[in-house]
């Protein structure tokens, strides 16, 4: 029986995370670390109200077999780069630092596709500097999971993602952006608690993410 840490799961890939967990026989304990309450409620659910800027307040609760990390907003939400910067990848890498500190041996990211430290464009820059900083993080494993946009449905309206999906679909039957295909969130939940159970690190594209929901 293994015990799961996850961050990010008030969001559209952490609400499915949490639901596929608690159904998981695997797993016998989750630990859901929340800026606020999912509102979720199971007896191997714990969730943890906490302050990220303050690991000196919640790096104790990181203790466990895995760290699911899905967590992430907007530039419309964080209004500046600076707080999207600061929620995408500084919360992230410190709790996966926490996490590798504490012995968790095994971590799953949610990224995105066209990740890299090298991308001229900010989103992609940042989550592939962050993968980039992860990977030196002493886990055991360590599952990189690059998903293109997001399908499914959110507690808040997001006017422009629902317009960027119709055109970005639209583009794709046209052959188009085809490594930026939306994906649903339940099928990322599901790639990332089947990379949990992989024995060694690995990255995976959109196609892989894919197969690797199935």
């Known amino acids: ?23 998981n026989e695997e797993y016998s304990e989750i630990v859901s670390l ?3 309450s999912g ?3 199971h007896p191997k659910l ?3 109200i906490i302050n990220f800027d303050k690991p000196e307040e919640w790096k104790n609760l990181v203790t466990g077999d895995v760290l699911f990390s899905t967590l992430g907003t907007t530039i419309a939400q964080a209004k500046t780069k600076e707080n999207q910067f600061k929620i995408d990848y500084t919360y992230q890498f410190t709790v ?7 012995g968790v041996s095994n971590y799953v990211l949610v990224s995105s596709a066209g ?4 991308s001229a464009v900010f989103y992609s820059k940042m989550k592939g500097e962050l993968e980039d900083a992860v990977q030196k993080l002493p886990f055991e494993i ?6 293109g946009q997001l399908d499914g449905n959110r507690t808040e309206k997001r006017v422009g993602e629902k317009i960027g999906l119709a055109v970005m679909y639209f583009l794709n039957k046209g052959g188009l952006f085809k490594r930026f295909r939306p994906i649903v969130a339940v099928q990322v939940a599901k790639a990332m608690i089947n990379a949990a159970s992989k024995k060694t690190s690995a990255s995976y594209t959109l ?4 197969k690797l929901a199935n």
């Open 1 to 23: 029986m293994k015990k799961a840490i996850v961050i990010g799961s008030t969001g559209m890939v952490g609400t499915q995370l949490i639901k596929l967990l608690i159904e």
């Open 34 to 36: 929340v800026r606020r």
């Open 39 to 41: 509102g979720v409620k």
């Open 46 to 48: 714990k969730e943890e």
């Open 96 to 102: 996966a630092e926490v996490a590798a500190k504490n």
């Open 115 to 118: 990740a890299s430290s090298k």
């Open 142 to 147: 360590i599952s990189i999971l690059r998903p």
């Open 207 to 210: 196609d892989e993410v894919h």
